[in-house]
């Protein structure tokens, strides 16, 4: 969560909010790296956990549709933002260009992206989950919930720099507001996680 907060972090500190469509294709790059280091660090943290029960469930598998789901929801997640801004920007004034959402927007729009995309994160990973344990489908409303949290933080400290900020801000901020949504995600689909049953072994 520390690195997509950190793609978040640098792409502002490397161009404030993208004005030109190269700005808005490298701010995407960026969030697709933060996302595979994310999905990454997830899936392989979440594969330790669920192989002590589940013992046929292979890491190549669960990190792989973990790291997959995770670069392609950060381009969906990023790309209105991105396109709705550039587009604004060419139509605005100068003085409102850069202007962005009011922070108390941030949360909400955050929250509303993690519903759906945690929806889709959870989907992806039960279509392998369900081979292992008989009540998979639990397994996307957890996410979808633990997302919508995750991403209202995760939003939120995005939009707290108003202007471009000296690394020595940017990083604390990056790091805390990653450790925040990380600990929502996680106290969310934990407490969904001891509900899942394995599939009952047969001889």
Do not use: C
Not at 120 to 134: E, N
Not at 158 to 166: L, N
């Amino acid at each position: 969560m520390t690195a997509a907060a950190g793609a978040f972090a640098l792409t502002f500190l490397l161009m404030g909010e993208p004005q030109t469509w190269w700005q808005g294709g490298l701010a995407l790059l960026i969030a697709m790296v933060g996302g595979a280091i994310e999905g990454l660090a997830v899936g392989y943290a979440q594969w330790l956990l669920l192989k002590r029960w589940l013992l046929s469930l292979t890491a190549l598998a669960w990190v792989g549709v973990t790291v997959a789901v995770a670069v392609v929801g950060w381009f969906l997640g990023t790309l209105p933002s991105i396109v709705l801004g550039i587009v604004a920007d060419d139509s605005a004034a100068p003085e409102a260009a850069t202007a962005g959402p009011p922070l108390w927007v941030m949360p909400l729009i955050g929250m509303g992206s993690g519903l759906v995309l945690g929806a889709l994160f959870g989907w992806a990973q039960s279509l392998v989950l369900r081979r292992h344990v008989t009540n998979a489908r639990t397994w996307t409303m957890a996410n979808a919930l633990g997302w919508a949290a995750a991403m209202a933080v995760m939003f939120t400290g995005a939009g707290i720099p108003s202007e471009p900020w000296p690394l020595g801000r940017l990083l604390p901020l990056a790091a805390l507001t990653g450790v925040v949504a990380g600990l929502a995600i996680g106290g969310v689909t934990g407490a969904f996680l001891q509900r899942l049953r394995p599939t009952p072994v047969t001889e």
